[in-house]
């Protein structure tokens, strides 16, 4: 079996003679090229893919959405006023407040007075303008890596209807 030669160009350059292979690349060039590939495809799986983790919050040596299921709470909603009791076993650090009224919900803003309510303590908020339905869900304060965070009880809704 016959062995091809490399073919090589003869290049002029300034007058001296250089011979240059055809055949490929350098092989540093090679290497660098092959590893700035690799490095940008790790970087863009890398950003990819810190979207599916999440942080994990404990509450009472529990994630906050086992915590979520101890809070337990009474809404009341009547002329304008919302009040909140707290019957759980879980203090409760911040709510988020939806109003309901003709078809429409409204995220509603409690201000500076939202400060939460301990264990069987209660809490009242003046809320304008009227709403047929209140919907409160719970916001707890938990542990994680990066120190405290507020965690959202989405899963556990309190409502209460306008009287």
Do not use: H
């Amino acid at each position: 079996m016959k062995r091809k030669k490399a073919t090589r160009a003869l290049i002029s350059y300034n007058g001296s003679k250089i011979l240059k292979s055809k055949r490929s690349i350098s092989p540093v060039v090679a290497t660098v090229l092959l590893i700035a590939i690799v490095v940008v495809l790790a970087l863009i799986i890398f950003l990819w893919a810190r979207g599916f983790i999440t942080e994990t919050i404990m509450k009472k040596e529990k994630s906050a959405n086992q915590a979520c299921e101890e809070v337990d709470i009474e809404v009341a909603y009547v002329s304008g006023e919302l009040q909140i009791i707290n019957k759980g076993n879980m203090p409760v650090y911040n709510f988020r407040v939806k109003g309901k009224s003709q078809g429409s919900i409204d995220e509603i803003d409690l201000g500076d007075e939202n400060r939460g309510v301990a264990i069987g303590k209660s809490i009242s908020f003046s809320i304008s303008p009227d709403y047929d339905e209140i919907e409160v869900f719970p916001v707890i304060l938990g542990e994680a890596g990066s120190g405290k965070k507020a965690y959202v009880c989405e899963n556990n809704k309190f409502s209460a209807i306008a009287e």
